[in-house]
């Protein structure tokens, strides 16, 4: 009996179970609009900063050489102290030299007592005029002798050029050198100079005259300021960099390595979108617009970028409308419904 119950029960649930339609399932529709946030195209205009790295320079700097051979027989090298222009620093053997000059003045001496004595004679008609000028000519070939000994004597002599702060010495007293021997390096400090190349493309960011902001890495966080003297007429055919070089007033070592902040000479109205609505191809970078609810991916060349926005030089114009939210579902085509129009300024400052 109660198996009988049992299974008419059975029998009842499986005969409800039955009756019941299964529920349909939705089918997704590709022309279904697709929900998302456009921006609408407007000219902003920005600060435009770039940063390119820089060396600093001595305003005038140069390796001491001796002109000629010779054993040092003065040394006077004051290591990283300044020295005026003029001062001795080192000093050849001119020994050989100086005896070589007192011989000369001696036989310039007789030359002169034989010309006079010729410039007698001739007045009385004691010799013809030329076996004077062969005496005169003596006179005046040993005078020249003198001035060319004297003119190497001189070339013993290392003087300070210019005024400045001497390096480390590299030799000792009592070495012999020649012209290829460094004795020492000079620099002329007071006013530093900053050499740096930038990209031709940047050109318009630079002229003579301009500001620029100096960074140092060894220097903490004060920024410096340099004035742009001269520009490099022809841009550097392997890199397609420009040369520029910069003046400093600063306590920097030359050598220093800093960094070079540029911002635009003129400021121009421009396209910024944010960085991430730029969607990169193999061969192109495009963007989507809304036309008349339907999207539509155009092709864009890009400019200048910042941390989170990027400068749109060619595709989009004013009054385009570009979506800015909800891209992952859009397709070319793709029909569009828009929820909520931004402020293009508010997401690209």
Same mark, same amino acid.
């Given at each position: 009996?109660?198996?009988?119950?049992?299974?008419?029960?059975?029998?009842?649930?499986?005969?409800?179970?039955?009756?019941?339609?299964?529920?349909?399932?939705?089918?997704?529709?590709?022309?279904?609009?697709?929900?998302?946030?456009?921006?609408?195209?407007e000219n902003q205009t920005i600060d435009k900063q770039i940063e390119v790295n820089g060396s600093v320079l001595a305003n005038d700097y140069i390796d001491l050489?001796?002109? #000629?051979?010779?054993? +040092?027989?003065?040394?006077? $090298?004051?290591?990283g102290k300044m !020295?005026?222009?003029?001062? /001795?620093?080192?000093?050849?053997?001119?020994?050989?030299?100086?005896?070589?000059?007192?011989?000369?003045?001696?036989?310039?001496?007789?030359a002169n007592i034989n010309e006079q004595r010729n410039k007698q004679l001739l007045n009385v008609k004691g010799i013809n005029q030329s076996d004077y000028d062969i005496s005169l000519q003596q006179v005046k070939s040993l005078k020249a002798d003198i001035t060319f000994v004297q003119s190497q004597i001189e070339k013993?002599?290392?003087?300070?050029?210019?005024?400045?702060?001497l390096g480390l010495r590299q030799i000792s007293l009592g070495a012999f050198i020649n012209n290829a021997t460094t004795i020492a390096s000079l620099q002329k400090v007071d006013?530093?100079?900053?050499?740096? #190349?930038?990209?031709? +493309?940047?050109?318009?960011? $630079?002229?003579?005259?301009?500001? !620029?902001?100096?960074?140092? /890495?060894?220097?903490?966080?004060?920024?410096?300021?340099?004035?742009?003297?001269?520009?490099?007429?022809?841009i550097i055919a392997t890199t397609r960099n420009i040369k520029v070089r910069a003046v400093l007033q600063g306590k920097l070592l030359p050598g220093s390595y800093v960094k070079v902040m540029l911002g635009?000479?003129?400021?121009?109205?421009?396209?910024?979108?944010?960085?991430?609505?730029?969607?990169?191809?193999?061969?192109?970078k495009q963007i989507t617009i809304v036309e008349g609810g339907i999207a539509k991916l155009i092709d864009v060349e890009t400019g200048y970028r910042t941390t989170s926005s990027v400068e749109i030089t060619k595709g989009l114009k004013v009054g385009d409308s570009i979506i800015v939210s909800g891209m992952l579902f859009v397709r070319q085509g793709s029909n569009v419904k828009v929820i909520k129009t931004v402020k293009l300024s508010d997401i690209t400052k």
């Open positions: 009996m109660r198996k009988l119950q049992l299974l008419v029960i059975c029998a009842t649930l499986l005969a409800v179970a039955c009756s019941k339609k299964p529920k349909s399932v939705d089918k997704f529709n590709p022309n279904m609009p697709v929900s998302v946030d456009i921006a609408v195209i050489h001796p002109e #000629t051979n010779g054993r +040092v027989v003065f040394l006077q $090298i004051p290591e !020295v005026q222009a003029g001062t /001795i620093l080192a000093k050849l053997n001119d020994a050989d030299l100086q005896a070589q000059l007192e011989k000369i003045k001696v036989q310039l001496e007789l013993t002599i290392i003087k300070a050029p210019f005024t400045g702060l006013q530093l100079k900053v050499d740096f #190349t930038l990209p031709e +493309v940047y050109q318009g960011f $630079i002229k003579v005259g301009k500001k !620029v902001k100096i960074e140092s /890495i060894g220097g903490g966080d004060a920024k410096l300021t340099a004035t742009v003297i001269a520009i490099e007429p022809q635009e000479n003129t400021q121009k109205p421009t396209i910024l979108v944010p960085a991430n609505v730029v969607i990169p191809d193999s061969r192109s």
